[in-house]
């Protein structure tokens, strides 16, 4: 079923067009979780919290795909709403090869501050070693990870989620055969699970900019560009909620981390990673909607087909709402087996996941309502309205509940907080959306 932008999306077409979108955000989580189950299962407990710390820091340098994904996307599906397919393919190519550049400073710099970075955020000792083997090798396919993440919301808005689906499930495929061979087989440890990991990301960044580099079937190509400034600062300020969210998150992750080896030791930090794996991958349910959603809603909008625009919101509401119902009945089943599989091998570590994890899964809930909302505002080039949701979302109602409440409940105050955070972040996601309901035209 070839499916355009410009189409009427119907729930099935709607889900169909989604659904590739899903399940290539799905598979971009794995890494993290594949690293997590070798090195937890097959190197040791030390290892494993070491993965479990440093990839918040990691994940925020990788942000940046994520603002010139999401915000240069929603700004190219508008152009083309327009009928403006020449300047798309120009903006397009300006966001890659500022990315480019972008990617390549990060890494100079997080390879000289690696060290001292772990150490202020509590990293000592065996930890923090485990953390600078681990961050060196995967820094060096840093700038793939962010091209990785950008080109997953660009291969939507080029009407080719297939092929955006294809290359993901290539990149987790490598990351999970090749750990499997370096950790379980060469018996590499924390080396292995560094390079399998780089590698995969190779692979998802760079078959990317091979396909766009050349003449292919999608409505966008690597061309000669020049300086936009303007298109520049758009694509920045639309993306900014996107870039915030992933910033945001990944800081938090860092005081969870913080918060844990206060109340808890690196048992904490352990216990944390295994509910982070499947956070992780049910969020990516969400963020996957919202990628494969966004440049249908930026299509719309940017051609003034009003009716359209508010079937889809009341679709996506739905879809989101049977989503979250589903993910809590799911978590609260798995708590037990997943808790297992990663550390069956401690007694009162597992006992600690496993409490964790029954008070964690609330979350789900409410979670897929704010992160939709935080998308649709810049689908709608409403960049500023999608970052506040992002950043109270993800930095101030979660730091404020995981410093204050672990002062009334201990560690359990660690778990409940996130679900306050999100349930805060919900209840203001419907505020914006009635608020804005007229400006935008989806009444």
């Known amino acids: 079923m070839r499916i355009q932008l410009s189409d009427h999306f119907t729930y099935k077409k709607l889900l169909w067009f989604t659904l590739p979108s899903i399940f290539m ?5 794995i890494y993290g979780v594949v690293d997590g189950f070798f090195v937890s299962n097959f190197v040791g407990k030390t290892p494993f919290a070491a993965v479990n710390f440093i990839m918040p820091f990691l994940m925020v340098l990788g942000a940046i795909g994520f603002m010139f994904g999401t915000g240069g996307g929603a700004l190219i599906a508008k152009t083309m709403g327009e009928g403006r397919l020449e300047l798309a393919n120009r903006q397009f ?17 997080a390879q000289l501050f690696l060290r001292p970075i772990m150490g202020w955020l509590g990293a000592e000792g065996e930890l923090l070693e485990n953390c600078v083997i681990y961050g060196r090798i995967i820094l060096l396919s840093m700038t793939p990870f962010i091209l990785q993440f950008e080109f997953q919301s660009f291969f939507v808005t080029a009407e080719k989620p297939q092929l955006g689906l294809a290359v993901t499930v290539a990149s987790g495929v490598t990351n999970m055969v090749l750990d499997a061979l370096f950790i379980a087989v060469f018996h590499w440890g924390l080396v292995g699970a560094a390079a399998a990991t780089a590698l995969s990301q190779t692979v998802g960044g760079i078959v990317p900019l091979i396909y766009f580099s050349r003449k292919n079937t999608s409505l966008l ?8 400034g303007h298109s520049l600062q758009k694509a920045c300020i639309n993306g900014s909620s996107e870039l915030m969210s992933n910033i945001a998150m990944s800081v938090v992750g860092m005081l969870y981390n913080v918060q844990l080896i206060k109340y808890a030791g690196e048992d904490g930090v352990a216990a944390y990673g295994v509910l982070m794996y499947v956070n992780f991958t049910f969020l990516s349910v969400f963020i996957g909607y919202s990628v494969g959603s966004a440049p249908i809603v930026s299509y719309h909008y940017g051609a003034g087909h009003w009716e359209e625009l508010k079937g ?3 679709k996506s509401l739905t879809i989101i709402g049977v989503c979250s119902a589903a993910m809590f009945v799911l978590a609260e089943l798995l708590a037990g087996p997943m808790s297992v599989v990663f550390v069956s091998y401690d007694p009162v570590l597992l006992e600690m996941t496993l409490r964790g994890f ?10 897929g309502l704010a992160i939709y909302g935080s998308s649709f505002f810049t689908a709608l080039n409403d960049g500023l309205t999608s970052a506040v949701i992002s950043f109270l979302r ?3 109602f979660q730091v404020a509940a995981v410093m204050l409440l672990p002062l009334i409940w201990d560690l359990d105050g660690i778990w409940i ?3 306050v955070a999100e349930l805060m972040a919900a209840v203001l996601t419907v505020w ?3 608020k804005k309901r007229s400006r935008y035209h989806y009444a």
């Open 432 to 434: 914006f959306i009635r």
């Open 394 to 396: 993800t930095l101030v």
């Open 221 to 228: 190509r690597l061309t000669k560009t020049e300086y936009d």
């Open 312 to 314: 889809l919101l009341r």
């Open 93 to 109: 190519s300006l966001f890659v090869y500022v990315t480019l550049v972008c990617g390549l400073v990060i890494t100079v710099l």
């Open 358 to 367: 029954l008070i964690f899964s609330l979350s789900f809930l409410f979670a």
């Open 417 to 419: 907080s996130c679900v």
């Open 25 to 29: 955000m799905i598979f971009t989580s």
